[in-house]
């Protein structure tokens, strides 16, 4: 092998990498982020069945930046799904999206021993889920 194609290997090589950890971290961080839902009433601890912020402008506030955080990477930015998880914009409405909803978001979503979403109870609060649920609603589309 000549010094020029060792030369030409390394560099498509050292290129090859570079892409590649950009596609690594093209998702940012999978550490999920706390959300503050300090500025909303508590709902509890027992779990809803109906999102209790419904409307609710800081609730809708809050839940836009847990979206960001938490689950664009993953559902898409404005919930516009690039095809690796579920676009939530088509969530029915009312109550039957929130069981929906609140059973994934808290349970994950598993098929064959891979996990597709990692359950979220337990790192996210009730209010933070319903913040999210709540900003969902305002991007909806039938």
Known sequence: MTVRNFSLIRTLSAAALTLAAGLVFAHGDVTPQAVDTSTLKSVGKEWLAKNPYLGDKEAIRIGSSAFNQNCARCHGLGAVSGGIAPD??????????????????????????????????????????????AWLETVRED
């Open 88 to 133: 939530l914009r088509y969530l029915p409405t009312g109550q039957e999206g929130d069981e929906i909803f609140l059973q994934r978001i808290r349970h994950g979503a598993t098929r064959d021993g891979r996990v597709y979403m990692p359950p979220f109870e337990g790192i996210l609060s009730q209010e933070a889920m319903w913040t999210i649920r």
